[in-house]
């Protein structure tokens, strides 16, 4: 099993930034996929960037060129650099990893408020 613990979470105005931070531990060396999803309320949970190992980082066109997944080399801790925040931004973001097999493991979610 995976064991993920986020971070960083918090109230900002529109404009500023925040850095997510995800702890793995656990089974980490059968991590084939880590990413970020969020979810607002009422709608969905949508992805937000995923890094697939051997592979490349994708983000989702609503964040692109502001929002930059890091850190993912060692699979033990992930960032996600938010920057140019807008208010359609809020929601609780999830840190993500797949391991071989396709099970996917959560952790427990992360406020983020932009207030305008």
């Known amino acids: 099993q995976v064991q993920l613990v986020e971070s960083g979470g918090g109230l900002v105005q529109a404009g500023g930034s925040l850095r997510l931070s995800c702890a793995a531990s656990?089974?980490?060396?059968?991590?084939?996929?880590m990413g970020w999803y969020r979810q607002a309320p009422g709608k969905q949970r949508e992805l937000v960037a995923v890094?697939?190992?051997?592979?490349?980082?994708n983000y989702a066109d609503s964040v692109k060129g502001r929002f930059t997944m890091s850190g993912v080399s060692a699979k033990n801790t992930m960032y996600l650099q938010m920057n140019s925040l807008k208010p359609e931004d809020t929601a609780v973001y999830y840190c993500n990893a797949m391991v071989i097999g396709t099970t996917n493991y959560w952790g427990q979610g992360t406020q983020v408020t932009v207030s305008s």
């Open positions: 890094f697939t190992y051997g592979g490349s980082t």
């Open positions: 656990g089974s980490i060396r059968r991590i084939i996929k």
